[in-house]
């Protein structure tokens, strides 16, 4: 069965930090791999997606970048946090289609 | 219009009422739709895929308006785990990618 790792699932940062979220699947090959951010009781905003290694779509201008490597393997980074950066991000992925999503565990960030 | 909207609620019910739960979208070409369920500070979880006129899975009946452009999702007997925020999810225009809906808020009380 196919499952998603993403870590860590806290973290505390100080303004003008690097960051760098991971995100793997497990049990399928060439998935359609997410970022979403999820700001405090808002929606969830899509930020970036991926249909093939090295191919990225990014939706929303921002401080925030990323990077799949390799075909299971979805990284979210930024050189320099903003307290805007704030919120619960998860990483998602789907076989694409007509298919739902299927979310990690999320990762709370917390800019100070 | 937005892509998807949903009431915010929140619906305050009480064990085992019936409640209902209403999301409008704008793309007409949209082929597929889902239902996810979202606890307090967790992922959101898939609850119910709708790529025909419904779905009904126990409780829960996903219904599909494609003339009116909406989905609905009936909840019948509520339990008190049945408090979350539901989400509804519709293809994002010109993207291979999901558009979630804010979400409607349920509380079921004792």
């Known amino acids: 069965s196919q499952t998603i790792h993403q870590w860590p699932a806290t973290l505390v940062q100080p303004v003008g930090s690097p960051l760098s979220l991971e995100c793997t699947v497990e049990g399928t090959s060439n998935p359609n791999l997410y970022w979403y951010r999820q700001a405090a009781g808002r929606g969830l905003q899509l930020l970036f997606y991926s249909v093939g290694i090295g191919q990225i779509s990014s939706e929303v201008p921002q401080n925030l970048s990323a990077s799949r490597p390799q075909d299971r393997q979805f990284i979210l980074s930024s050189k320099k946090l903003l307290l805007s950066d704030s919120g619960f991000y998860l990483c998602?992925?789907?076989?694409?289609?007509?298919?739902?999503?299927?979310f990690g565990n999320g990762t709370r960030l917390t800019v100070t | 219009r937005k892509e998807v909207e949903q009431d915010p609620g929140p619906f305050n019910v009480p064990e085992g009422a019936t409640v209902a739960f209403n999301c409008t979208y704008s793309n007409s070409a949209s082929q597929s739709f889902f239902w996810y369920r979202q606890d307090c500070r967790k992922e959101p979880k898939l609850l119910m895929s709708?790529?025909?006129s419904g779905n009904e899975d126990g409780r829960f009946t996903a219904q599909l308006n494609r003339a009116s452009q909406y989905i609905s999702l009936l909840i019948r007997d509520s339990k008190l785990s049945d408090s979350a925020t539901y989400l509804c999810v519709v293809p994002h225009t010109g993207r291979r990618a999901l558009t979630f809906g804010s979400g409607t808020r349920l509380q079921v009380q004792p």
């Open positions: 998602a992925w789907t076989t694409g289609g007509n298919s739902p999503l299927h």
């Open positions: 709708v790529y025909s």
